[in-house]
């Protein structure tokens, strides 16, 4: 088996940490997750993870509160997330740092985009968590964010009962069809929710690739690394 990518932006969206309870974190479904990142890191792969925390809250969807009020509970989310994702991890035997957008020193290093590449080169996984650390972005954004900022060659974005990007929303319309190259363009002219614009604008302005998988089959980590064909892929032009 062998990685065709160096350096890795892995984006677990929080949904996909739920499980079947749909909410929080389930201990069994991070734990497979976990096991599939410890391939990777025994490849020699260079993983960052970008955690979301859609399982614990969004900030849009909260109606009456303040917005950024409740973008800032959605990114205490995320740092929820990150610590029992390192847990999980360091369970499996991967060495690893969690740099927080927020500073919150007591529970996690502050990012520092020098010192999360000597992580890296080092060969720690390091999770990011507070997403950018400023409200009205995704954390979808801020994996395109770091990546640029880390110079990693391409940003995996493992989605939850979905396997790639469809014309439509294949739970709805049984007629979507399942792209297996994109344009950033493309996403943006076609209107595909897959990411929010900043995020797809982020990525295409900085050419960074994308792969889009499915996160169900947590082997798929390890088979999008290895130069399988699954997925959508996502080109700059
Ligand atoms: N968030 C934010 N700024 C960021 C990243 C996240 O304000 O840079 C907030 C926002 O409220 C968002 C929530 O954190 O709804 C959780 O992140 P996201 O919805 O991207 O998580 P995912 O859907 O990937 O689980």
Redesign the pocket.
């Known amino acids: 088996m062998s990685p065709i990518f160096k350096r890795v932006v892995l984006?677990?969206?929080?949904?996909?940490l739920a499980g079947q309870k749909g909410v929080g974190v389930d201990t069994e479904t991070m734990n497979n997750i976990s096991k599939k990142i410890k391939v990777l890191y025994e490849l020699g792969v260079q993983v960052a993870i970008v955690?979301?925390?859609?399982?614990?809250?969004?900030?849009?969807?909260s109606r009456d509160m303040d917005r950024?009020t409740?973008?800032?509970?959605?990114?205490?989310?995320?740092v929820m997330?990150a610590l029992a994702f390192q847990d999980s991890l360091e369970l499996a035997g991967v060495d690893t740092r969690v740099q927080s957008?927020i500073d919150m020193k007591q529970v996690a290093e502050p990012y520092i985009r020098r010192k999360a590449v000597r992580h890296l080169e080092k060969g720690r996984v390091v999770i990011f968590a507070?997403?950018?650390?400023?409200?009205?972005?995704?954390?979808?954004?801020?994996a395109a964010?770091r990546a640029a900022e880390i110079e990693a060659e391409v940003i995996l974005l493992g989605k939850k009962g979905v396997d790639g990007i469809y014309s439509s929303d294949p739970k709805i319309d049984a007629s979507a069809k399942k792209f297996d190259e994109l344009s950033y363009i493309d996403i943006l002219n076609l209107g595909l929710g897959i990411m929010d614009s900043t995020a797809t604008s982020l990525c295409m302005d900085n050419k960074i690739p994308l792969i889009v998988f499915g996160i169900d089959e947590p082997e798929n980590i390890v088979d999008v690394v290895i130069g399988k064909q699954i997925g959508t892929h996502v080109k700059e032009v």
């Open positions: 984006k677990i969206s929080g949904e996909s955690v979301g925390g859609g399982n614990f809250w969004r900030g849009r969807d950024t409740s973008d800032y509970i959605g990114m205490l989310g995320t997330n957008a507070a997403g950018s650390g400023s409200p009205y972005f995704s954390t979808d954004t801020a964010l």
